[in-house]
């Protein structure tokens, strides 16, 4: 299903609630299974056992979201329009959230059920928690009406698009494309604070100029990166706004004069663009696991060289549970 998602007729909400009832059945019917034709579940130990394990599976589930719905609601401090179909959401932080930049939140707003998976754009010093929104659904297109001050329920930190998971380097390089420069900011702020980089390049991109992030803004977030802007609507003669798309001259240039073995590339945009990356950068020698990104759908746009290495352990992984399965049904 996730595989699918952008082919499924059914919205976000009920794609996501699919997820629940699925889970619920699937949780039920390995039960009955397990009385009805288990060989091992007739003693009286094991026939508690088992329905007890699945009441516990589903009060554990309850409980979590229980306490992260009762928690003390986090309430929308700002939302501002920085670009064409991006908006800028601030909500403060009315207690402690310890996560590393490059992480994301899900978000669930006021007495909603659904709940929408954002990457965070601020540090963790930070007073407030920031996001960046790309109008490009139901809920995102009206983001712009949410009120000041409506409660928000955050559940987080996840994900691993961070620095404490890349290999040891003394050069980053950045690239995102639209909506995917929200972690790279949190990344670069993040360095600002820290260190620990002699050379930080970045790139960002975008099909328009209007819908480029403010590079004034961009730049202030870490004054030692080298920062390119890219638009495909870029206009002749301007210096500030090189032309789009990305392509190989504009990756040879990210990687002049650096260890192309040694350097951690992390980045965050469209499919079609991280597989065009990745691909490249890895034949102009980029090892592929010097290279991370964060990938919103793998059911949306064409995959890379590294997609389909982790793609390839999955099916491998799943080949091994069905191997298993067989073997115990077929003993």
């Known amino acids: ?23 619920l059945a699937a949780l039920l019917l390995a039960l009955d299974h397990i009385l009805a034709e288990g060989t091992y579940s007739a003693a009286a130990p094991l026939s508690l056992f088992w329905p007890l394990l699945t009441l516990g599976a589903v009060l554990i589930w309850l409980l979590r979201h229980l306490i992260v719905w009762l928690s003390s609601p986090w309430r929308v401090e700002e939302v501002r329009q920085i670009a064409d179909r991006l908006w800028l959401l601030k909500i403060e932080r009315s207690r402690g959230l310890s996560f590393a930049a490059g992480q994301f939140a899900w978000l669930r707003f006021g007495q909603s059920f659904s709940d929408h998976p954002f990457s965070i754009a601020s540090t963790p010093h930070d007073g407030h928690l920031a996001f960046i929104i790309q109008e490009a659904g139901d809920f995102t297109s009206k983001i712009g009406t949410i009120a000041i001050g409506s409660p928000v329920t955050v559940d987080g930190p996840h994900g691993s698009f961070t620095l404490g998971n890349v290999p040891d380097s003394d050069t980053l390089l950045l690239i995102s494309g639209g909506v995917g420069v929200a972690p790279i ?35 202030s977030t870490c004054p030692s990166a080298d920062i390119t802007m890219l638009a495909d609507d870029a206009t002749e003669g301007d210096t500030t706004i090189g032309q789009g798309p990305l392509n190989e001259k504009h990756l040879r240039n990210l990687l002049m004069g650096v260890d192309v073995a040694n350097v951690n590339i992390l980045m965050c945009g469209p499919s079609g663009m991280m597989k065009f990356a990745t691909s490249t950068l890895h034949a102009l020698g980029v ?32 080949l091994a549970e069905l191997a298993l399965v067989l073997g115990f049904a077929l003993r």
Not at 1 to 23: E, F, Q
């Open 287 to 318: 090892p592929l696991e010097r290279i991370r990104y964060e990938r919103f759908s793998y059911g949306n746009g064409p995959v890379s060289a590294k997609d389909r290495r982790i793609l390839s352990k999955f099916l491998l992984i799943s």
């Open 185 to 219: 900011i949190a990344i670069l702020a993040d360095v600002k604070e820290h260190g620990g980089y002699e050379t930080v390049r970045v790139i960002h991109c975008a099909r328009r100029r209007s819908a480029l992030f403010d590079s004034q803004l961009l730049r």
């Open 1 to 23: 299903m996730a595989l699918l998602r952008g082919h499924l007729p059914a919205g976000y909400g009920l794609w996501r609630l699919s997820h629940v009832l699925l889970a």
